[in-house]
Structure formats: C-alpha cells, structure tokens
Nanobody
C-alpha cells in the first residue's frame, strides 16, 4: 500500500486546513485508518482513527471538537478537517493503515504515508 498525504501548509491561528490521504496498491475499504502527528522534538502521537466503514471515529482529547476525520472509500481516501488551529497543532501529520488493528497505538499500523507539514502561526 502506498499512501500519499497532502493538504498541509502554513495557516494563522484560528484558521483551517483539510488534509487528504490517498491510497494506491490496495483497496482501503476493508481497513481502519488513522492520523498521527509529530511535533518538533516530540514523539509521534495519535490524532484520530476511523473504522473501515466510517461508522466509528474517535479523537485525541487535544483535537476533539476541532478536527473531523472522514473517509471516501470510493476514492480510496481519508481526510482530516482541522478547524480552530493553534500553534500547538504544528506538526508533521501522517496517515496510516491498519490491516488488523484500528486503535490508538501507532505500533500496530503497517503502512504509513510520507507526512505533510502543518504550521500554525500565532
């Protein structure tokens, strides 16, 4: 599976961005997916995950109510709508596919995108 993340950029605090993650090489509709992020000097952390059908979604407390994860299985893609961004959201954002797992532990996700940089200025 190849994952291509896009949509990152520079935005002012309070602004919005929509990240996309497109997959090739495998149909994703059977698999759960997730977004993680890694800020400078910090470990990579869980952001959001979505079930294969899209019927179950959960978020890290730090983004709950501001971020929305969704998927379009017809387009083999997942998305992360990020609103009310703060400088603390600055990080490289990664999408990941879990063939057998769809929780918050990054260690169980088998395939990863290359990451897209999100920078939020104050």
């Amino acid at each position: 599976v190849q994952l291509q993340a896009s949509g990152g950029g520079l935005v002012q605090a309070g602004g919005s961005l929509r990240l996309s993650c497109a997959a090739s090489g495998r149909t994703l509709s059977r698999y759960g997916m997730a977004w993680f992020r890694q800020a400078p000097g910090k470990e990579r952390e869980f952001v959001a995950r979505i079930s294969s059908s899209g019927g179950s979604v959960s978020y890290a407390d730090s983004v709950k109510g501001r971020f929305t994860m969704s998927r379009d299985n017809a387009k083999n893609s997942v998305y992360l709508q990020m609103n009310s961004l703060t400088p603390e959201d600055t990080a490289v954002y990664y999408c990941a596919v879990g063939l057998y797992y769809n929780g918050r532990d990054q260690g169980y996700y088998e395939f990863w995108g290359q990451g897209t940089q999100v920078t939020v200025s104050s």
